[in-house]
């Protein structure tokens, strides 16, 4: 497994395994505690892991918390991802740049995502799986969205939206929930 680092955002990295495949199909390891301490992370810090499943069209995000910011690991574990991240840390030399990935279960590539950097993405294929490893607890009262189609961000997601949630739906501007995260 190496570590690349993400031009576009400081701080956020690529982890990409090495599969070892025969006529059985692979194996590789998605996460290696070496690999990320070798980058200055903290492997013991991540205390929750989760699993989406989307299909074709939907979106999630963008999303990010308020307070002390969420790191978060994230993998496309079956299925194919159009991946968002946006750099929302003020203090940050990449402030506002976006990075766009592709994740796929045929890579199993994994992306850090720095706490106070925004999150999203939308389902490629039929079904989706998305495994995230969280650096603290989930608390919906630090929950910041900002809408999808903001045009300050233009995110160029590549199919039009099937299904989102309400609170996708709803989300204020980029400039909203930036007052939001900050209050």
């Given at each position: 497994?190496?570590?690349?680092?993400?031009?576009?955002?400081t701080?956020?990295?690529?982890?990409?395994?090495?599969?070892?495949?025969?006529?059985?199909?692979f194996?590789?390891?998605?996460?290696?505690?070496?690999?990320?301490?070798?980058?200055?992370?903290?492997?013991?810090?991540?205390?929750?892991?989760?699993?989406?499943r989307?299909?074709?069209?939907?979106?999630?995000g963008?999303?990010?918390?308020s307070?002390?910011?969420e790191?978060?690991?994230?993998?496309c574990?079956?299925?194919?991802?159009?991946?968002?991240?946006?750099?929302?840390?003020?203090?940050?030399?990449?402030?506002?740049?976006?990075?766009?990935?592709?994740?796929?279960?045929?890579?199993?590539?994994?992306l850090?995502?720095?706490?106070?950097?925004?999150h999203?993405?939308?389902?490629?294929?039929?079904?989706?799986?998305?495994?995230y490893?969280?650096?603290?607890?989930?608390d919906?009262?630090?929950?910041?969205?900002?809408?999808?189609?903001?045009?300050?961000?233009a995110?160029?997601?590549?199919?039009?939206?099937?299904?989102?949630?309400?609170?996708d739906?709803?989300?204020?501007?980029?400039?909203g929930?930036?007052q939001?995260?900050?209050s």
């Amino acid at each position: 497994m190496k570590a690349t680092k993400v031009p576009e955002i400081t701080g956020a990295y690529l982890f990409e395994p090495t599969p070892y495949a025969d006529e059985r199909g692979f194996f590789c390891r998605t996460f290696d505690a070496d690999v990320v301490r070798s980058v200055g992370l903290d492997p013991d810090a991540f205390v929750q892991d989760s699993l989406s499943r989307s299909v074709r069209g939907v979106l999630r995000g963008l999303h990010l918390r308020s307070g002390a910011g969420e790191a978060k690991l994230v993998r496309c574990s079956y299925g194919r991802i159009f991946d968002v991240v946006v750099d929302l840390r003020t203090d940050s030399p990449t402030y506002r740049s976006r990075a766009f990935f592709e994740l796929s279960d045929e890579t199993q590539v994994t992306l850090y995502i720095p706490a106070g950097c925004a999150h999203g993405f939308q389902a490629l294929t039929e079904t989706a799986d998305v495994s995230y490893r969280i650096d603290r607890p989930h608390d919906p009262a630090e929950d910041v969205t900002i809408a999808f189609d903001d045009p300050e961000l233009a995110i160029p997601w590549p199919l039009p939206v099937t299904s989102m949630s309400q609170r996708d739906r709803e989300a204020p501007s980029l400039a909203g929930a930036l007052q939001q995260k900050e209050s």
